[in-house]
């Protein structure tokens, strides 16, 4: 695999064109501020005076609405929520310029088939592997957070050249930018959200916590022993993967990671693991995640609710109370 770096870049791959961001959450904010930091002339396209015209104009940025937006642009970056993607898709389309660049940040709406692009077009991918402001922060500090790259629709046959511009100017480039496909890291990104990074992690802590609680242990101590120290071992993973966890854990540790880690997610874990990875390949996630939104999000937002009245979620608001620096971190 090819990881492109900043000497790879054809830096008048973009050169004099105008590059429009709709959308200004995490990572709309953060590309379109380093990219105006990198030199380009961004717009950033938005509903007029809510609350992001707001914030994006106090950042100093222009604003229009997205069908304005649009007009003139060489690229387009669609970054708003994923399922908010097909009606902008659809409002814009008629204003986006002949032979432009239509870039995603995830591959959702193009993997899926809900978004079929105008065919003048090249559509692009950079995924970006951290949340925007981790991004922006990178930027600002001279470093930058890795990024994926694929190419769809390569009209022009400048998509790569355009993508990978586009990578730099947030900063890509300098963390490293990697050749992927809009099916592979769509299928990757959502199986390590639901089986892992979210739906695995989260499970694991809360299914802990309420073991040892249902124990008659003190809900205080199970929150800091299944929930606030997972921090201290997963920035070991960050840093320096399973070795590097393993040289700063006790011995105790290591021999029960080792010998009891196996029995709680084990082969029958894996199993369904692949069968959530075979459920977003053949799109039934997809689709039950767009039926759920058509229909108004009320199961969603019912588990949602349940979530945050778990026990776990009152204990560690109080404790987190006495420990003032984790939001001092945050911010």
């Not at 900063?171 to 769509?186: D, K, P, W, Y």
Request: with cysteine.
């Amino acid at each position: 695999m090819k990881i492109y770096s900043q000497k790879d870049v054809k830096k008048d791959a973009l050169k004099g064109e105008r590059i429009a961001i709709l959308g200004y959450g995490s990572q709309g904010r953060a590309h379109a501020l380093n990219l105006k930091d990198s030199g380009y002339d961004v717009v950033v396209g938005v509903r007029k005076n809510g609350p992001s015209w707001t914030k994006a104009k106090k950042d100093g940025l222009a604003v229009a609405e997205p069908s304005e937006a649009v007009k003139g642009a060489g690229l387009v970056a669609m970054l708003v929520p994923d399922l908010a993607q097909k009606d902008l898709y659809k409002e814009v389309i008629d204003n986006i310029p002949e032979n432009a660049t239509l870039l995603f940040a995830h591959g959702f709406n193009i993997h899926f088939g809900q978004i079929r692009p105008r065919k003048d077009l090249d559509v692009v991918l950079i995924a970006p592997k951290g949340p925007g402001d981790l991004v922006r922060r990178q930027y600002q500090e001279g470093r930058g957070v890795p990024c994926l790259m694929a190419v769809e629709q390569n009209a022009t046959r400048r998509a790569k050249d355009k993508a990978l511009a586009y990578a730099h100017g947030i900063g890509g480039t300098r963390g490293g930018v990697l050749t992927t496909t809009f099916a592979e890291e769509t299928e990757t990104d959502l199986f390590g959200e639901q089986a892992v990074l979210c739906g695995g992690a989260t499970e694991l802590v809360v299914k802990g916590f309420e073991v040892l609680v249902e124990a008659g242990y003190q809900p205080e101590v199970a929150y800091y022993e299944c929930l606030h120290e997972l921090k201290l071992i997963v920035d070991l993973l960050h840093e320096g993967g399973l070795t590097k966890m393993h040289q700063f854990i006790s011995d105790t540790a290591k021999w029960g990671d080792l010998t009891r880690g196996p029995r709680v997610v084990n082969a029958a874990t894996k199993r369904e693991m692949k069968k959530i990875l075979k459920e977003i390949q053949d799109g039934k996630f997809a689709r039950q995640w767009i039926s759920e939104n058509r229909r108004g999000g009320k199961k969603y937002k019912k588990l949602l609710d349940k979530d945050r009245k778990h026990k776990i979620e009152k204990v560690g608001a109080k404790l987190r109370r006495r420990m003032p620096w984790l939001e001092e971190g945050r911010a």
